[in-house]
């Protein structure tokens, strides 16, 4: 999961990635997942993400996995909370009220450790990762939250014209990644006003996976 280059990014504060406010696609589209007060959403690579704080917010138990320590120590910083840490394996588990955060490899999280999660809220883990990984990803993820459904943003634009993170990932992508065990709808898409890195030009999309019966 070119652990070297996440962490660096954390540790130089590369992190345009983070948005200074709650994404305003989570305000919009959540309620498409049905879900209700108290049960647990999971977001996969989740840094130290605002959504987390208007889920909890909204009296949401929230889950996630992110691989820096920096990014889980200022997101509980933020949160203004001071967590149990205890060893899970591999993995750094982080509890305090309606939040569990898993620090360290998302591969190395297996279903009996993340618990019970009735949704996935996808904003930036699929799109940061080559495509050598996705489809290990979607694979994993399918597996360790029983296909919960999921709320998931993609950008969509010319792969040639940049390197990527994130990267972009098209229709016919998630739908050969989760069409196995999803109906994929598309919820929105709209033109990013400024460009990807304020310079290409791109669309960010929203999904909604909801598991095959």
């Known amino acids: 999961m070119q652990h070297d ?36 959403v999971f977001i996969p690579l989740c840094g130290k993400t605002l959504d987390i704080h208007w889920l909890l917010a909204q009296n949401f138990q929230v889950v996630g996995a992110e691989l820096s320590q920096l990014a889980v120590d200022a997101l509980f910083a933020e949160l203004g909370l001071v967590p149990d840490i205890i ?3 591999e993995l750094r588990h982080y509890q305090a009220a309606n939040i569990d955060i898993f620090q360290g490899d998302l591969f190395a999280l297996d279903q009996a450790t993340l618990g019970k999660v009735d949704a996935i809220y996808d ?27 999921q709320l998931l ?23 050969a990644l989760y069409g196995g065990n999803y109906r994929i709808t598309l919820l929105a898409e ?24």
């Open 153 to 175: 943003i993609s950008f969509h634009y010319d792969q040639s014209l940049v390197q990527g993170p994130p990267f972009n990932v098209n229709a016919s992508e998630l739908t």
């Open 87 to 89: 060893q899970a394996g």
């Open 123 to 149: 904003r930036a883990a699929l799109i940061a990762l080559p495509p050598e990984i996705r489809n290990r990803y979607s694979r994993h993820l399918a597996k360790i939250t029983a296909t919960a459904p």
């Open 190 to 213: 709209n033109n990013l006003p400024t460009g990807l890195k304020r310079q290409y030009p791109a669309q960010e999309k929203v999904w909604l996976l909801t598991p095959l019966e």
């Open 5 to 40: 280059f996440w962490h660096n990014r954390w540790q130089t504060q590369q992190i345009g990635f983070h948005l200074s406010e709650v994404n305003p696609l989570l305000l919009d589209y959540f309620a498409t997942l049905s879900l209700t007060a108290g049960q647990r």
